[in-house]
């Protein structure tokens, strides 16, 4: 593939190529598999920004030692309902499904779980760890930041000094489909901001502002001038990304950084400190509190309720959080996905870097029909 035609690849190749790819970069077979079958989840439920665009950035840290292979989550903190881990810069993974079943079992015996995770690889889309929780029946909350990312400038500023900290939300729902509302509190995630970058969708007006505060469409203000095969570091930039609804989002954002990094230890965001992920989750059965008003058949029937709301557009039925996710799946299992030109180029000069068969891995990870 060349000039500016995108490459449209399998789920299943797609994923063995960043299999491939994570093994020469050092990891095991099983541990590379969940990496790579991760980043393609996030393709597959239409989130490109958390999906295979980051092979090329997690091999760079892995490389400066920001992420490490072979790592599992240490058991800090273990009380009847609560737990601290820490997941010792390990991929985001394995060492957050670590955390994650943990948190689930705990609420399984007890009812609830509140779980801090801290000093983790990056977690990719968070919808994912509500939606294994949901999988298992329980509802589940989660608070995330990113320990030195600064990209985001609070309600009023022109300065970076917060992250993009997600705030995820999966309500169980035992009788049809589950809630799943997934959100990074800036206007859109940085990864997005990166799509565009490769060649992508453009970010939305008000989502980015350059190293003046001024309002800005222009993705390299997060990354500044790039050498040619340079990966793009979204820290070196003069420019920042603003947060969604104005001081709501910069107080979620706040929020986030104290619970996510004060709370659980994993350090909140600013200069000097390393890169990582923190997560609070908490985790309920989602029949803890029932006591006969029937939450299932109450979650469901809402659910219905919202969906039945007169259209806007004829063309475009109401959705719930999750809908648009299982939609882009059902499709792109299917029919395969896009991957931009110069996503695919830097994907595939990354393996080709680490003495893989460039011609190989492109046959294998192409869509046929």
């Known amino acids: 593939m060349s000039g500016d035609t995108p490459t ?4 299943d190749g797609i994923t063995e ?3 491939r790819v994570f093994i020469a970069a050092g990891a095991g077979p099983d541990e590379a598999h969940a990496i790579s079958a991760n980043l393609v989840n996030s393709n597959l439920s239409g989130h490109d920004s958390h999906g295979v665009v980051r092979i090329p950035r997690y091999v760079m840290w892995e490389n400066t030692g920001n992420l490490k292979f072979g790592q599992s989550a240490d058991l800090m903190l273990d009380g009847d309902a609560f737990l601290l881990m820490d997941g010792n810069k390990g991929f985001g993974q394995v060492v957050g ?10 609420a399984k015996s007890h009812g609830v779980a509140v779980v801090g995770l801290r000093r983790a690889g990056h977690l990719g889309r968070i919808g994912f760890w509500a939606e294994r929780a949901c999988d298992a029946g329980l509802t589940s909350i989660h608070f995330t930041n990113v320990s030195q990312s600064m990209l985001v400038a609070p309600f009023g500023a022109a300065d970076r000094r917060v992250s993009t900290a997600p705030v995820t939300v999966g309500v169980c729902n035992p009788n049809g489909d589950d809630f799943i509302l997934d959100f990074a509190t800036s206007k859109v995630a940085e ?7 490769r060649g992508g969708k453009q970010p939305p007006e008000g989502a980015l502002i350059d190293g003046d505060g001024k309002p800005t469409l222009d993705p390299s203000v997060l990354y500044g001038p790039l050498a040619p095969g340079e990966v793009a570091d979204p820290r070196a930039g003069p420019g920042a990304l603003l947060t969604m609804g104005d001081h709501k989002g910069s107080g979620l954002a706040l929020a986030c950084e104290l619970l996510a990094g004060a709370l659980t230890g994993s350090t909140t965001t600013g200069p000097g400190t390393k890169t ?3 997560m609070l989750s908490i985790y309920i059965k989602s029949d803890l509190l029932d006591d006969g008003h029937n939450f299932g058949d109450a979650v ?6 919202v969906r039945s709301a007169r259209p806007a557009d004829p063309e475009k039925p109401v959705m719930i959080p999750g809908d648009p996710e299982r939609k882009a799946r059902q499709d792109r299992k299917a ?3 896009d991957i931009a030109a110069p996503t695919w180029t830097s994907i595939i000069d990354t393996a080709g870097n680490l003495g893989l068969n460039q011609a190989e891995l492109t046959n294998i990870a192409t869509f046929k029909n």
């Open 8 to 11: 449209r690849v399998s789920a």
């Open 17 to 19: 190529l960043g299999k």
């Open 97 to 106: 499904q670590e955390a994650v079943d943990a948190g689930i079992a705990k």
């Open 191 to 197: 990864g997005k901001v990166l799509v565009a970058l």
């Open 276 to 278: 990582h992920n923190g």
């Open 300 to 305: 469901n029937d809402y659910i219905d309720y």
């Open 335 to 337: 029919n395969g996905f």
